[in-house]
C-alpha cells in the first residue's frame, strides 16, 4: 500500500493500481510519441524524465501556383466577378449563381465558389435544428437517470451546494473541465458516457494529459471515489478534481 496524503487527506493506493497507473501512462505515452507528436509540459511529473524537444523545420513552404490563384475583391472571401467572354465559354459557372455579380462583390464566404448566401442557409438550419442537450440539460437527465439526488451528486463530486445551483439554474453553463470530470465519477459513468458528457462541456480527452490518463485509467477499472482519484492525480503533480478546481 501507498500512502499519499494530500490537502490533509491521507489515502492508501494499493500497489496494484499505483503500478497499473504507472505503466497505463507509459503505455500511451510511448504510443503517442510513436505518431509523430510530443508530450505536452503538464506530462512531466516527479516522475516523468524530460523529453528532448524536437528539432524545427526551417524548411520554405512550396511557392503556391500563380495560375490556381484566382483574382479577389473586398478581402479573401470575395471571388472575381465573370468576364461576359468567361460567361459565354463556362456557363456552368454563370448558372451557379443567378446574381452572380452581385455575390461576388458581397463579402461573403460563399461568394468564393459563387453560391448566394441565401441559398446555403437551407444546410445550415437543418444542422442547428438538431442541436443536442446542453452539458446542463444532459446532466440533470444522467442524475435523474442514475436515480440520484442533487446532493448525492455534489457531495460525491466535491462541490458545494452553491456551485451546484449555479449549474442548475444556467442552461448555458460551461464548467471547469476538472469540475465536469469530477461529476462523471460522481455519477459513475462509463468512459463512453464520460466522453459524451465532456463533449457537451466543450472538452475532451487528452493523449497528451497525464491528468486525462489518470482520469481514464480509473472510469476504465471503475475507481470512482475521489479521494482515490485525487491522490492520484497529486502523486502525478496534476490538477485535483472538484472543489479543488475551483
Same mark, same amino acid.
Given at each position: 500500500?501507498?500512502?499519499?496524503?494530500?490537502?490533509?487527506?491521507?489515502?492508501?493506493?494499493p500497489?496494484?493500481?499505483?503500478?497499473?497507473?504507472?505503466?497505463?501512462?507509459?503505455l500511451?505515452?510511448?504510443?503517442f510519441?510513436?505518431?509523430?507528436?510530443?508530450?505536452?509540459?503538464?506530462?512531466?511529473?516527479?516522475?516523468?524524465?524530460?523529453?528532448?524537444?524536437p528539432?524545427?523545420?526551417y524548411?520554405?513552404?512550396?511557392?503556391?501556383?500563380?495560375?490556381?490563384?484566382?483574382?479577389?475583391?473586398?478581402?479573401?472571401?470575395s471571388?472575381?466577378?465573370?468576364?461576359?467572354k468567361?460567361?459565354? $465559354?463556362?456557363?456552368? #459557372? *454563370? %448558372?451557379l449563381?443567378e446574381?452572380?455579380?452581385?455575390?461576388?462583390?458581397?463579402?461573403?464566404? =460563399?461568394?468564393?465558389?459563387?453560391?448566394?448566401?441565401?441559398q446555403?442557409?437551407?444546410?445550415?438550419d437543418?444542422?442547428?435544428?438538431?442541436?443536442e442537450?446542453t452539458?446542463q440539460?444532459?446532466?440533470?437527465?444522467?442524475?435523474?437517470k442514475?436515480?440520484?439526488?442533487?446532493? $448525492?451528486?455534489?457531495? #460525491? *463530486? %466535491?462541490?458545494?451546494?452553491?456551485?451546484?445551483?449555479?449549474?442548475?439554474?444556467?442552461?448555458? =453553463?460551461?464548467?471547469k473541465?476538472?469540475?465536469?470530470?469530477?461529476?462523471?465519477?460522481?455519477?459513475e459513468?462509463n468512459?463512453d458516457?464520460?466522453?459524451?458528457?465532456?463533449?457537451?462541456?466543450g472538452?475532451?480527452?487528452?493523449?497528451?494529459s497525464?491528468?486525462?490518463?489518470?482520469?481514464?485509467?480509473?472510469?476504465?477499472?471503475?475507481?470512482y471515489?475521489?479521494?482515490?482519484?485525487?491522490?492520484?492525480?497529486?502523486? =502525478?503533480d496534476?490538477?485535483l478534481?472538484?472543489l479543488?478546481?475551483?
Open positions: 500500500m501507498k500512502e499519499i496524503t494530500y490537502n490533509g487527506i491521507t489515502v492508501y493506493i500497489d496494484d493500481v499505483l503500478s497499473g497507473v504507472m505503466s497505463y501512462i507509459a500511451n505515452e510511448v504510443r510519441q510513436s505518431v509523430g507528436a510530443h508530450p505536452s509540459p503538464e506530462m512531466s511529473g516527479h516522475h516523468a524524465a524530460p523529453s528532448q524537444a528539432m524545427p523545420n524548411a520554405a513552404p512550396p511557392m503556391p501556383s500563380q495560375e490556381a490563384a484566382p483574382k479577389r475583391r473586398h478581402g479573401i472571401f471571388s472575381f466577378k465573370l468576364s461576359k468567361e460567361a459565354v $465559354e463556362e456557363p456552368e #459557372k *454563370a %448558372e449563381c446574381d452572380a455579380p452581385v455575390c461576388a462583390d458581397r463579402p461573403s464566404v =460563399y461568394s468564393e465558389v459563387g453560391v448566394c448566401s441565401d446555403a442557409a437551407g444546410p445550415i437543418d444542422i442547428l435544428s438538431n442541436v442537450d452539458f440539460a444532459h446532466l440533470l437527465k444522467l442524475i435523474d442514475k436515480e440520484l439526488t442533487d446532493s $448525492e451528486v455534489y457531495k #460525491k *463530486a %466535491e462541490i458545494d451546494r452553491r456551485h451546484f445551483s449555479k449549474i442548475r439554474s444556467n442552461p448555458d =453553463y460551461r464548467p473541465k476538472q469540475t465536469a470530470l469530477a461529476l462523471a465519477f460522481a455519477l459513468l468512459m458516457e464520460a466522453v459524451d458528457l465532456l463533449s457537451r462541456a472538452y475532451a480527452f487528452s493523449p497528451s497525464r491528468a486525462d490518463l489518470i482520469a481514464r485509467y480509473c472510469i476504465e477499472h471503475e475507481i471515489d475521489l479521494t482515490e482519484v485525487n491522490a492520484l492525480l497529486f502523486y =502525478y496534476q490538477p478534481l472538484g479543488q478546481a475551483e
